[in-house]
């Protein structure tokens, strides 16, 4: 037990949460906490070595900037001294980190602590209450924190904004914080990020040229709207675009008009670490707000920035870097200058990596240019010359190929799903035999492992095969794009990166068969709106 003299010295520590504002605000003020606290120094013949305040600051979380002050001054203070909050859960709502503090660290170093409304005394006889009270402090806050979460998500469902701020490209509406009005001037820096990338530049060119321009990042220019600019902190380089930032902003669905939550989420209620949440659990609400960014534009970005390009010496990026594959292993072609004879050309990476697992698939650079050239010019034509009979052409034929595709699809997803099944199964009987000690440890542990990791390619596998179902519904209206896209290429006589990214979606180069003037090499290219090869033999 520490000597009473330790009473003659204490430290005032008040916290507020933002949750305690809105709740018996005038109790829990910082200000009636101190008026407390010097009057309990008052009666009690204390003498007040500091005073220590928290305002809105999480009782869940230890880490707050006066919180570890105090600790400091006290551990560091020669003298016995106390530690006065109003009550436990000023102190901490973390019943783990509190005992510890209670139980370890301050009695430790001769700090004793003093919570006045629980009657809680360490200088006294332990009280048994306390780790109880502190508990039931920690499902308070537990409490508190699912029906925040349960609001937030009923609001998110009903198709408002529940941010802290708008996204990049919004504003909130000044009579309904809950509903997005465009913001005009970033949106407008929106639109040329995508005219920069339809044109084969990469995010680190678009961030260094924003830097370079003066280009607020989004935190900077909110903070210019609200005239909190020169005096926020954290804005010594409020220009410094970054292209994971970029990315983040233009994958946002936000842009399509449609409300998105539930992106991102805490840890837990105790761990306030921002972590990402699948897509497949976002909370989205259609049409709840004007679109900036038709479905369109939207997916060709999307196919832009997921593609890494390195640029070349002078910047740019490569017609095709990106869309030209190998049919057998899937992997992108590589691309040779072709030494001193500079005669550039394509073939597959894993063929250069190990020759013995694939074929060259090895095709000219100027080769690949004039078969897609010519192809897309053929469209032209045939667009022109059979009017709107190619117009029900190529929805027909988008059509045939999609329902030829789903079918496929739906054969391996029935196959994945059984596969799956019977791996249920086996587990089952595995773990059967592991109880009857048929199996040893080792050999069931490791078999199990075997089976869940097959397992889980499976449903890695299910979810791509849905993902693809997904983008081959509506092939008419794709067609339509198709034809849209086309026509703003009508007079081309060179191919052009942006043209690329607009109109294709997959070039496929198949192994040459033949040599010299009998050698025969397919090339297919699949456009972004036709589920289909529209290039036969090259």
């Known amino acids: 037990m520490l000597q009473q003299q330790a009473k003659s010295r204490v430290r005032l520590y008040a916290r507020l949460s933002k949750d305690d504002k809105d709740a018996d605000k005038e109790s829990n003020s910082i200000i009636n906490q101190l008026q407390m606290g010097r009057l309990w120094a008052k009666e009690n013949n204390s003498v007040i070595v500091g005073e220590y305040l928290d305002d809105g600051y999480?009782?869940?979380?230890?880490?707050?900037?006066?919180?570890?002050?105090?600790?400091?001054?006290?551990?560091?203070?020669?003298?016995?001294?106390?530690?006065?909050?109003?009550?436990?859960?000023?102190?901490?709502?973390?019943?783990?980190?509190?005992?510890?503090?209670?139980?370890?660290?301050?009695?430790?170093?001769?700090?004793?602590?003093?919570?006045?409304?629980?009657?809680?005394?360490?200088?006294?006889?332990?009280?048994?209450?306390?780790?109880?009270?502190?508990?039931?402090?920690?499902?308070?806050?537990?409490?508190?924190?699912?029906?925040?979460?349960?609001?937030?998500?009923?609001?998110?469902?009903?198709?408002?904004?529940?941010?802290?701020?708008?996204?990049?490209?919004?504003?909130?509406?000044?009579?309904?914080?809950?509903?997005?009005?465009?913001?005009?001037?970033?949106?407008?820096?929106?639109?040329?990020?995508?005219?920069?990338?339809?044109?084969?530049?990469?995010?680190?060119?678009?961030?260094?040229?924003?830097?370079?321009?003066?280009?607020?990042?989004?935190?900077?220019?909110?903070?210019?709207?609200?005239?909190?600019?020169?005096?926020?902190?954290?804005?010594?380089?409020?220009?410094?675009?970054?292209?994971?930032?970029?990315?983040?902003?233009?994958?946002?669905?936000?842009?399509?008009?449609?409300?998105?939550?539930?992106?991102?989420?805490?840890?837990?209620?105790?761990?306030?670490?921002?972590?990402?949440?699948?897509?497949?659990?976002?909370?989205?609400?259609?049409?709840?707000?004007?679109?900036?960014?038709?479905?369109?534009?939207?997916?060709?970005?999307?196919?832009?920035?997921?593609?890494?390009?390195?640029?070349?010496?002078?910047?740019?990026?490569?017609?095709?870097?990106?869309?030209?594959?190998?049919p057998d292993c899937g992997r992108s072609l590589a691309y040779n200058n072709g030494g001193a004879r500079g005669n550039s050309y394509l073939r597959c990476r894993t063929y250069v990596d190990n020759p013995s697992l694939c074929e060259t698939h090895s095709i000219t650079y100027a080769s690949l240019c004039e078969i897609v050239l010519n192809d897309i010019q053929r469209q032209l034509e045939s667009m022109k010359a059979l009017g709107d009979d190619f117009t029900l052409k190529m929805r027909a034929l988008s059509e045939k190929n999609a329902n030829d595709n789903l079918s496929q699809i739906k054969k391996s997803l029935q196959t994945l799903t059984e596969r799956s099944k019977e791996i249920d199964v086996m587990l089952i009987k595995l773990f059967e035999q592991h109880v009857l000690e048929k199996l040893t440890d080792e050999r069931y542990e490791k078999m199990s492992i075997t089976y869940e990791h097959e397992q889980n390619d499976i449903v890695t596998k299910v979810e791509a095969l849905q993902q693809k179902m997904k983008s081959l519904e509506n092939q008419s209206e794709k067609a339509d794009s198709l034809l849209k896209v086309i026509r703003k290429y009508e007079n081309i006589t060179v191919l052009s990166r942006e043209m690329l990214i607009e109109l294709v979606d997959t070039i496929y180069v198949y192994h040459a068969e033949g040599k010299r003037n009998n050698r025969i090499q397919r090339v297919e290219i699949n456009y972004r709106f036709i589920n289909q090869s529209l290039c036969g033999i090259a």
């Open 58 to 326: 999480s009782g869940t979380s230890f880490d707050r900037p006066d919180f570890n002050r105090l600790m400091k001054n006290a551990i560091d203070d020669p003298e016995p001294s106390s530690i006065w909050v109003k009550d436990m859960s000023r102190f901490g709502r973390n019943n783990a980190q509190l005992m510890y503090h209670v139980d370890e660290i301050l009695p430790n170093n001769d700090i004793l602590f003093i919570a006045q409304n629980d009657q809680i005394d360490t200088s006294e006889e332990y009280s048994i209450l306390l780790p109880f009270k502190s508990l039931i402090n920690e499902m308070y806050s537990r409490d508190q924190s699912v029906k925040v979460r349960s609001t937030k998500k009923a609001m998110a469902l009903s198709g408002k904004n529940t941010s802290s701020f708008a996204a990049y490209g919004y504003m909130k509406d000044p009579q309904d914080k809950y509903q997005l009005l465009i913001d005009h001037e970033a949106h407008s820096i929106i639109k040329r990020m995508i005219v920069y990338l339809k044109k084969g530049g990469s995010l680190n060119q678009l961030a260094h040229m924003l830097c370079e321009e003066g280009v607020l990042i989004p935190r900077a220019h909110r903070a210019k709207k609200n005239g909190t600019l020169e005096q926020g902190k954290g804005f010594k380089h409020p220009t410094n675009w970054k292209a994971k930032t970029i990315k983040t902003i233009l994958s946002n669905p936000v842009h399509l008009g449609h409300s998105v939550a539930h992106r991102t989420e805490n840890k837990s209620f105790k761990n306030k670490t921002i972590v990402p949440v699948p897509e497949s659990e976002w909370l989205i609400v259609r049409d709840t707000h004007e679109a900036t960014m038709d479905q369109e534009t939207f997916d060709l970005i999307q196919k832009i920035i997921s593609i890494k390009k390195k640029p070349t010496k002078k910047g740019t990026t490569k017609l095709f870097t990106g869309l030209v594959k190998c």
